[in-house]
T-cell receptor, first 119, second 112 residues
């Protein structure tokens, strides 16, 4: 139980285009989802937190108009990188927490990540 | 502001040797995680430590938590090549959604 998937696993796009990444909780209800970014050989940096049905909360320094987050259901959150530029190339990882096997849990379950390359 | 520091950042060790990775954090927290990350992959959860004095072991890895010293250790016993990976500790930041703050990671290379 507690499986999180991401789609796509990798994407290459041209500069100036927008890219949408999906994060799904497959077998539990995710009341909260988190989006992280990881540059090569660096740690994970939290970008934003989203609660189902409400607006995302962005960490300091993260542009909310550039990284659009939608958490419209208890199993799906999306991150859209708008007008992507080469410096947005990174590994994007989502995580989810919520009700697992009937219990509310504080543990975050991580997706497999999406590698974005902007040319 | 919660800061999490890991050391060493890079560790090269021979198979069969023991070593310890340290994770210090700056403000009170009651939950600490250890994760493993292989190249190009996401995080694999290793341990969650919930209370002072907690010790957990899985195979050649053992993690402990001292909440008074704000210190966790990940001890590797008789390292094998398969343990080569990057190891992260992460601490829950209380308030404002219980978010995780990650350490910089320790790159472990076990040489045959």
């Amino acid at each position: 139980g507690a499986v999180v998937s991401q789609h796509p696993s990798w994407v290459i796009c041209k500069s100036g285009t927008s890219v949408k990444i999906e994060c799904r909780s497959l077998d539990f209800q995710a009341t909260t989802m988190f989006w992280y970014r990881q540059f090569p050989k660096q740690s994970l940096m939290l970008m934003a937190t989203s609660n189902e049905g409400s607006k995302a909360t962005y960490e300091q320094g993260v542009e909310k108009d550039k990284f659009l987050i939608n958490h419209a259901s208890l199993t799906l959150s999306t991150l859209t990188v708008t007008s992507a530029h080469p410096e947005d190339s990174s590994f994007y990882i989502c995580s989810a927490r919520g009700v697992v096997r009937g219990h509310n849990t504080d543990t975050q379950y991580f997706g497999p990540g999406t590698r974005l390359t902007v040319l | 502001e919660l800061k999490v520091e890991q050391n060493p950042l890079f560790l090269s060790m021979q198979e069969g040797k023991n070593y310890t990775i340290y994770c210090n954090y700056s403000t009170t927290s009651d939950r600490l995680y250890w994760y493993r990350q292989d190249p190009g992959k996401s995080l694999e959860s290793l341990f969650v430590l919930l209370s002072n004095g907690a010790v957990k072991q899985e195979g050649r890895l053992m993690a402990s938590l001292d909440t008074k010293a704000r210190l966790s250790t990940l001890h590797i016993t008789a390292a094998v090549h398969d343990l080569s990976a990057t190891y992260f500790c992460a601490v829950v930041r209380r308030g404002g959604g219980n978010k995780l703050v990650f350490g910089a990671g320790t790159i472990l290379r076990v040489k045959s």
